[in-house]
Nanobody, 115 residues
């Protein structure tokens, strides 16, 4: 059974940083696209960052370029480092893996940005 479990969300001040983690079990990163999405209240889920197994470098939403970095380790975890957080970054963040045509999601971790 494939499981993706996010952590690292919480309250940050504007200008602050958070590092989100996604621990993956039941599937490997080989031949997989790994991504972070977010969904703010009343808005559609949107792609934040993607690390594809076929192309480099990573892709980022225009709204986060220069502030966010997606990365992975060699085992079972990938990350989203977010710096210089803005109030508009507040959302539930979801990790996602697409592998061999199958799409897997975590349950999300809440990021709140407020002073």
């Amino acid at each position: 059974q494939v499981q993706l479990v996010e952590s690292g969300g919480g309250l940050a001040q504007p200008g602050g940083s958070l590092r989100l983690s996604c621990v993956v079990s039941g599937i490997t990163f080989n031949f997989a696209d790994i991504s972070w999405y977010r969904q703010a209240p009343g808005k559609q889920r949107e792609l934040v960052a993607r690390l594809s197994w076929t192309t480099t470098p990573a892709n980022y939403a225009d709204s986060v370029k220069g502030r966010v970095t997606i990365s992975r380790d060699n085992k079972n975890t990938f990350y989203l480092q977010m710096n210089n957080l803005k109030p508009e970054d507040a959302a539930v963040y979801y990790c996602n893996i697409v592998r061999v045509g199958m799409n897997y999601w975590g349950n999300g971790t809440l990021v709140t940005v407020s002073s």
